[in-house]
Each structure stands twice: as C-alpha cells, then as structure tokens.
C-alpha cells in the first residue's frame, strides 16, 4: 500500500521559509514522479513542482528561483524548500505520485 505523508507547513511571515517533507512508503521515490501541490479553497489545486524519475524538474512560473523540490532516495522522502513566501503561497500543499495524494499540510504566510 503506498502512503505519503506531508510535515513542516506552518506559520511564517512573508519573506520567510519552510521546508516541507514527504515521508513515502510502498513505493521508491527514485522510480516515480513525484510532485507538490497546493490548493487554496474554492481555487483550483495547482501543481508547484515535480521531479520525475530520471531527475528532471519542473515548477510553476510563480515559484521558480523561490522553491526547490528535492529527494532523499536513502530516507524515501519528497522535500520542498520554499523561500521567500508570499502570502499569496498560502495554501495547503500535498505530495502526490499518480493517482495518490497525502493528506496535505497547511502552510500560512502572514504580511
């Protein structure tokens, strides 16, 4: 059974940073592509970034040069550095692996 599970979202102010991580277990992180998303109420859920199996990577323009998504094929983990938020970066963020999603985190950026 695959299961990924979000951690690190948050409260921080704007400019600041977090990291997210994406603990994955049932599948290798290395053998997929494995992406962030973010969805804010009533809004259509986004993706932010993904990194396919041979390590090409790919982000949404509003995050490029602020967000950095990585693995750990060791710890079987999806992180996602994020620098510079803004308050329109708030949302709830999920890790996905087609077709499964975690249950999310919320990250919250205050003026």
């Known amino acids: 059974q695959v299961q990924l599970e979000e951690s690190g979202g948050g409260l921080v102010q704007a400019g600041g940073s977090l990291r997210l991580s994406c603990v994955v277990s049932?599948?290798?992180?290395?053998?997929?592509?494995m992406s962030w998303y973010r969805q804010v109420p009533e809004q259509q859920r986004e993706m932010v970034a993904s990194v396919t199996w041979s390590g090409n990577m790919e982000y949404a323009d509003h995050v490029k040069d602020r967000f950095t998504i990585s693995r750990d094929s060791d710890k079987n983990t999806v992180y996602l550095q994020m620098n510079n938020l803004k308050p329109e970066d708030t949302a709830v963020y999920y890790c996905?692996?087609?077709?499964?999603r975690g249950q999310g985190t919320q990250v919250t950026v205050s003026s």
């Open positions: 996905n692996t087609f077709p499964i």
């Open positions: 049932g599948i290798q992180v290395r053998s997929r592509t």
